[in-house]
Antibody, heavy 125, light 108 residues
Framework: EVQLLESGGGLVQPGGSLRLSCAAS????????MSWVRQAPGKGLEWVSG????????YYADSVKGRCTISRDNSKNTVYLQVNSLRAEDTAVYYC??????????????????WGQGTLVTVSS | EIVLTQSPGTLSLSPGERATLSCRAS???????LAWSQQKPGQAPRLLIH???SRATGIPDRFSGSGSGTDFTLTISRLEPEDFAVYYC?????????FGQGTKLEIK
């Protein structure tokens, strides 16, 4: 069974940092690209960042570029999102999502077929 | 960046009725990279359709997708009580991936 379990969220002051983790199980992790998607309270979905299966390619939304770093450890079946210089507008549930293997293994340009349950990040003083 | 605009914002229908949800892209996109997802309150999104018209694993055949170019449609042929949720279209052919703002399907 595919499982994605996010952790690392919490309350942080503006300007602070967090590292989110997503532990994967039930599939060959390195064969799949992964992404982070966030959802502010009562709002829609916003893609944040993605990484290819081998970690060689990374992608960022303009809203977080320069403040976020996505990485993965395929030996630990875990993807990470380091978020720095946090702002109130970063407050959201952060989901990790697996990119399906429809158009090539590990390829970022695939639909999200599995999602975790999310971890809440609240940026407030 | 591909901007996706969904309509209507809210759709009020009764169980058993047919639902038609629209997603319009700001420029022509390959249908290969257009998906639809469903999200219920307090839950993560669930993939329904990818490649504009291919149902994801386990998705009932009352859900269908169509379209090309800039105009895409999700159709639910006969609404079941569990279908009332928010639906998002998504484009994943570029970076950044983008989502529409969502259509809320509510019980009339």
């Amino acid at each position: 069974e595919v499982q994605l379990l996010e952790s690392g969220g919490g309350l942080v002051q503006p300007g602070g940092s967090l590292r989110l983790s997503c532990a994967a199980s039930g599939f060959s992790f390195s064969s799949y690209a992964m992404s982070w998607v966030r959802q502010a309270p009562g709002k829609g979905l916003e893609w944040v960042s993605g990484i290819s299966g081998n970690g060689g390619s990374t992608y960022y939304a303009d809203s977080v570029k320069g403040r976020c770093t996505i990485s993965r450890d395929n030996s630990k079946n875990t993807v990470y999102l380091q978020v720095n210089s946090l702002r109130a507008e970063d407050t959201a549930v952060y989901y990790c999502a697996r990119a399906a293997v429809v158009y090539g293994s590990g390829n970022f340009y695939n639909p999200f077929d599995y999602w975790g349950q999310g971890t809440l990040v609240t940026v407030s003083s | 960046e591909i901007v996706l605009t969904q309509s209507p914002g809210t759709l009020s229908l009764s169980p058993g009725e047919r639902a038609t949800l629209s997603c319009r892209a700001s420029q022509s996109v390959s249908s290969r990279y257009l998906a639809w997802s469903q999200q219920k309150p307090g839950q993560a999104p669930r993939l329904l359709i990818h490649g504009a018209s291919s149902r994801a694993t386990g998705i009932p055949d009352r859900f269908s997708g169509s379209g090309s170019g800039t105009d895409f449609t999700l159709t639910i042929s006969r609404l079941e009580p569990e279908d009332f949720a928010v639906y998002y279209c998504q484009h994943y052919g570029n970076s950044p991936h983008t989502f529409g703002q969502g259509t809320k399907l509510e019980i009339k």
